[in-house]
């Protein structure tokens, strides 16, 4: 990589560290509009959702360049490398186009007397590469909630929710409800919502946008279904893993479906492609001695469902049926991870805790203090207590003491943080990103 491309990064990470997140649109306002105003030029899905809002978005995309389209592809947060996160009929951004953008990123806040945070910045870089690239539509996915969320500025005519849980609560609310009206906030005036499972709460909270906003909306389990395609794929094991991808790609289907007057895809084109889509680090199975299951769960939702496929596929793959069964953990301390525990221990024999070397990361001795304090793990409420409990000093550490520890029959299972799953994916044997990206 080009030192100015570092340099770029390197800026653009300190700005995180200086200003954090702001939620104020307006402020984007005259940035764009000396950018002239690239969001203006995309044709847009907008996804957003507590979990899988990232699958969804990459099996829509699939899709709609299956269908002859040039498609753009934007993302966060990345695993590997901020290339990830803004892609061309799926090839990563150059790392070039990256400092071109944010030098005219940095000039229009400059010229508009306004600094932007890092996410932001990412999210006008992407539309300024897709305007250039002339794509025919971007699938956008929301960073953080929907309503003031950087992205929301690119009023689609399609908008995805894919589910609504309990997460980032300090910036979106306490309650589903709240959750809800800040997801339900991307859907435009006159748009069409697709919709995944809500609850009752929530479901009431994006009744009432939809209504307001003149909005069609087409829901999972009353206006489309599970794609045979999909479960049949699923059925032989060469496809995203969970019930909750099977509700995914029902929702991406419908997305893609809602843009069949401008945009139509044959519908066997568009089954191949979600049944062929891949998302790293979402219940991805490296196959070894032991097997190492990735997946990132880093909040009680997405956790539920990594327990319940967990499950249901240590019924069907004999691999995974063996002990010991080891769980390595990290988790940022903004996050519910003592939730996430209680859903995940129960079914692992032994933990490994790992330290990671971000000053947002929870630190391995609160994880071991809530275990033994009764609460992560209360024996009361999870039936089972993991027999050995480990603590590793560096991501690496905790894969290798726990591929040993799983050596004879067992298998390994990474959670808790998208942070960990990228200081390890390689090593653990991921390879459907490309190999070139790295920062």
């Not at 435009?188 to 307001?212: D, M, N, Y």
């Not at 991805?284 to 001695?289: R, S």
């Not at 691999?319 to 692992?348: Q, T």
Request: hydrophobic share 50%.
């Amino acid at each position: 990589m080009t030192n100015a491309y570092q340099d770029t990064l390197a800026w653009m990470y300190r700005l995180e560290a200086r200003r954090g997140m702001d939620f104020r649109l307006e402020r984007l306002t005259p940035v764009l509009s000396r950018l002239g105003d690239p969001q203006l030029a995309l044709r847009c899905v907008h996804v957003a959702g507590t979990n899988g809002k990232g699958s969804t978005a990459a099996m829509i995309e699939s899709a709609l360049r299956r269908g002859g389209y040039l498609t753009g592809l934007y993302t966060s947060p990345h695993l590997l490398s901020f290339r990830e996160r803004i892609r061309t009929g799926s090839v990563p951004i150059a790392a070039s186009a990256v400092v071109e953008h944010v030098v005219a990123v940095r000039s229009a806040m400059e010229a508009a007397g306004q600094e932007l945070t890092f996410f932001e910045i990412a999210t006008l870089a992407a539309f300024l590469e897709f305007r250039a690239r002339h794509v025919d539509v971007a699938v956008i996915e929301t960073g953080l909630g929907g309503r003031l969320d950087a992205t929301n500025v690119v009023g689609a005519k399609v908008a995805v929710l894919t589910s609504v849980g309990i997460d980032h609560t300090e910036f979106l609310g306490n309650t589903l409800e709240e959750i809800a009206f800040e997801k339900a906030g991307i859907i435009a005036q006159g748009a069409t919502l697709v919709s995944g499972p809500l609850a009752v709460a929530a479901e009431a909270v994006v009744a009432e946008r939809v209504k307001g906003q003149g909005a069609r909306w087409l829901h999972f389990g009353r206006d489309f279904f599970d794609l045979a395609a999909v479960v049949e794929a699923q059925r032989r094991g060469c496809t995203l893993l969970g019930d909750h991808q099977l509700r995914n790609a029902a929702v991406a289907a419908a997305a893609v479906d809602a843009l069949a007057d401008e945009l139509p895809v044959a519908r066997e084109a568009r089954d191949l492609a979600i049944v062929e889509a891949r998302w790293p680090g979402r219940f991805e199975v490296i196959e070894g001695t032991p097997p190492v299951i990735l997946d990132a769960a880093h909040n009680p939702h997405a956790a539920e469902a990594l327990a319940a496929t967990l499950d249901a596929l240590r019924e069907s793959r004999p691999a995974l049926r063996g002990h010991p069964r080891v769980l390595v953990f990290g988790a940022m301390a903004d996050k519910d991870w003592p939730a996430i525990l209680r859903l995940l221990l129960p079914r692992f024999d032994a933990v490994v805790f790992a330290r990671l070397p971000m000053a947002r990361a929870e630190s391995p001795e609160r994880f071991v203090a809530d275990l033994e304090s009764g609460g992560g793990c209360d024996s009361r409420a999870s039936g089972r207590v993991p027999a050995s409990v480990s603590v590793a000093d560096s991501p690496q550490s905790a894969l290798d003491m726990a591929r040993r520890l799983a050596a004879n029959g067992g298998s390994v299972v990474v959670a808790g943080s998208i942070f960990l799953l990228g200081h390890l994916y390689r090593t653990a044997g991921g390879t459907i990103l490309e190999q070139d990206l790295s920062d």
